[in-house]
């Protein structure tokens, strides 16, 4: 399948694994240039295996997106290496899973921090570099902790043209 993502540059965070892994993965088999970003120490080794699977360069850096400064760097190391962004990624993890009862106000609030602040930062930093270029983000996300039984995934896509 030919998505025409040959040149474009992609961020994906939180691809160390998972979700996050994949879709870098997948990006790069497209032909994208791709930066991918973790707190994990499996970042370096999963950059090595994707470029080596697919023959793309992969620069991978650590970071933790609930920083700003970390932020910052991860997005102006990957425009400073491919000369621009074309398409971010804003994958994060969740709390741990439990019942609503289960679940303190300080796991909801570093929840809340991960899932939704630092995505609302990522495309604040990364939004005048995705404006060149009318690109898009995608924002994945699981929220295993709304109910005992339910593991929903929200996935929405904003386009700015």
């Not at 088999?29 to 499996?42: N, P, T």
């Not at 850096?61 to 491919?82: G, M, P």
């Not at 939704?116 to 939004?127: D, E, M, N, P, W």
Request: hydrophobic fraction near 45%; glycine fraction near 6%; proline fraction near 3%.
């Amino acid at each position: 399948m030919d998505l025409q993502l040959r040149g474009k540059v992609a961020l994906v965070t939180a691809a160390s694994k998972g979700l996050g892994k994949a879709t870098a993965r997948q990006f790069a088999r497209e032909g994208a240039k791709v930066a991918i970003c973790a707190r994990s120490q499996l970042i370096d080794k999963t950059a090595a295996k994707i470029a080596s699977e697919t023959g793309t360069e992969v620069l991978s850096l650590r970071a933790d997106v609930t920083s700003q400064a970390d932020i910052e760097r991860v997005i102006n190391a990957t425009v400073e290496k491919f000369g621009g962004l074309d398409i971010l990624v804003t994958n994060a993890g969740g709390p741990p899973s439990g019942t609503f009862d289960d679940i303190d106000l300080a796991t909801w609030e570093a929840s809340i921090n991960l899932t939704l602040l630092s995505t609302v930062r990522l495309v604040k930093t990364a939004l005048p570099h995705l404006r060149i270029v009318a690109a898009c983000t995608a924002k994945t996300t699981a929220f295993p902790y709304l109910a005992p039984t339910v593991f929903a995934v929200a996935i929405s896509f904003d386009k700015w043209t």
